[in-house]
């Protein structure tokens, strides 16, 4: 039977929260139908993004947590609140900022996918800017300025702290951008005087070491995908997301790791067990729900020894929705 389970109930009677305590008998009704009914190995997630992305991902399940959700069982919920000292809650903090860290991570690859991202833009100051905050603000203003000629643009911004202790901002974004105004619109929102804008945009005048910032077309560099200017999207999203765990482990609780536009589409995610025993069986249907969303390319990543693999995929254009054959069956579905 499950651990956590066992625990909930020998305490549930010091929990209000919970307020009724079942027989031996019944929890054992409880814990048989929940394991009379198959356990599946292998958990997949199918995520489908625009433009005819698609990348799915398979782990391990875990048997204690699928017991505990066929009993109705939440330990989150149902279980008392522990009293921890100072020693355990700053563990029990290292261990959420980890998780924080993942999901953003996640959030940022899907985010540079469902962009269709293939440039990246570095803004920077002259200055040793180390306020956060003024970062921010001067971040949010260069947006607004940007958008009275482009007011439907679309980016992910990431910041980095460089060693000499200033941030500069990475951005992702779709085609060629229109670099001139993008410098305009970042030297007036971080002060630069209007004169000097005025003087290098209309009459041609360069403005050397009175600019306090720049924009720069970053292109990959070799181990990064390419000599081009033009990304892969996979290798942006690994090359942004280097920044989002150096965030988390050098940034206050709270403060946000990264920025995007609203008006970016989010990815539809599928969830559902797996009938595979065998790591290599869930390699093959891990292959096959990319394959059958008539994808023309394929990658994959795997973890032997956790067990976890990813494959990504894209469709071309005219083929998206299009199916090559038949689907998979999959009567496996998670509620």
Known sequence: MAASLRQHWDTVNDCPKVGYKPSLAREHELWRKA??????????????????????????????????????????LD???????????????????Q???????????????????????????????????LVAKHWKE??????????DWKYLAVLEKQERGSFHIHVAVHAKQDIRWLLRCWLVAI??????????????????EKSLGAVNVEPPKRRWGGTSKHWKRDKL?????????????????????????????????????????????????????????????????????????WITGETERGRIGRCTSQPVDLDFFED
């Open 99 to 133: 998780r924080s860290a993942k999901r953003a991570k996640q959030n940022v690859r899907y985010l540079v996918k469902s962009l269709f991202a293939d440039h990246m833009l570095t803004f920077s100051y002259r200055a040793n800017v180390e306020d956060r905050e």
């Open 142 to 151: 260069f947006v607004r300025l940007f958008r009275l000629r482009y007011p």
């Open 79 to 97: 279980s008392r609140r522990k009293q921890r000292c100072a020693e355990d809650q700053v563990e029990r903090d290292k261990e959420n900022r």
């Open 35 to 76: 394991v009379d009914i198959p356990i599946p190995d292998y958990r997949a997630k199918l995520v489908k993004l625009p433009n005819g992305q698609t990348e799915v991902s398979i782990t391990p399940a875990n048997r204690d947590s699928i017991i505990n959700l066929r009993m109705g069982f939440n330990p989150l």
């Open 191 to 208: 002060g630069q005087p209007a004169e000097d804008v005025r003087a290098w945009l209309i009459d041609g005048a360069k403005l050397g």
């Open 237 to 309: 999203a690994g090359y942004l997301t280097k920044y989002i765990g150096k965030e988390f482990d050098e940034a206050e609780k709270n403060a946000k790791k990264y920025w995007h536009s609203k008006n970016v589409e989010h990815p539809v995610i599928e969830r559902f067990w797996l009938r595979a025993k065998t790591y290599e069986e869930a390699i093959i249907e891990a292959h096959d729900l990319v394959y059958y969303q008539g994808v023309t390319s394929m990658s994959m990543w795997n973890d032997h020894k956790a067990g976890v693999v």
